[in-house]
């Protein structure tokens, strides 16, 4: 097992249902540490950033209005193989799919789109996790 870091983004429906505390604490309790946290805004450039494989789709305009419907809280988490276990704990991409027990089966959008307004982003790796964490997290905030 290897310790590293992830990001997570607790995405505008999570914050909009209240959900940041009742998903923070499942990542806390399976032992995961917070090592950075902070609500911000994301302005068109960081999304532009972010999400630069889909920038050029004609679908991109409505995850930015997405992201941009309330500021989001961003999560630097430290654990022993956090990166898939986060991922598990979650689930599927699509909260349609996800399973009752994940994050995404018991919280994400099921009548919308359960692709984009699925709770949580999470880092894929960790080289992705590394340039996510440095994009939303200044030097010093992440301890």
Same mark, same amino acid.
């Given at each position: 097992m290897a310790l590293e870091t992830t990001l997570i983004l607790f995405k505008p429906d999570a914050v909009a249902k209240r959900l940041?505390?009742?998903?923070?604490s499942r990542f806390e309790n399976e032992g995961f540490k917070i090592n950075g946290i902070k609500k911000l805004f994301l302005t068109d450039e960081l999304l532009a950033d972010h999400y630069s494989h889909i920038a050029d789709k004609p679908f991109f305009p409505s995850v930015r209005d997405f992201m941009q419907e309330t500021p989001v809280i961003a999560l630097a988490l430290?654990?022993?193989d956090v990166i898939s276990r986060v991922r598990d704990l979650l689930g599927p991409t699509d909260s349609k799919?996800?399973?009752p027990g994940t994050i995404?089966? @018991?919280?994400g959008d099921k009548e919308? @789109?359960?692709k984009m307004r699925?709770?949580?982003?999470?880092? @894929?790796?960790?080289?992705?996790?590394?340039?996510e964490?440095?994009?939303?997290?200044k030097d010093g905030e992440v301890f």
């Open positions: 940041v505390g009742t998903v923070l430290e654990g022993e799919a996800a399973a995404r089966g @018991d919280f919308g @789109d359960a699925n709770v949580c982003h999470a880092s @894929d790796s960790t080289e992705a996790a590394a340039a964490i440095k994009r939303f997290f």
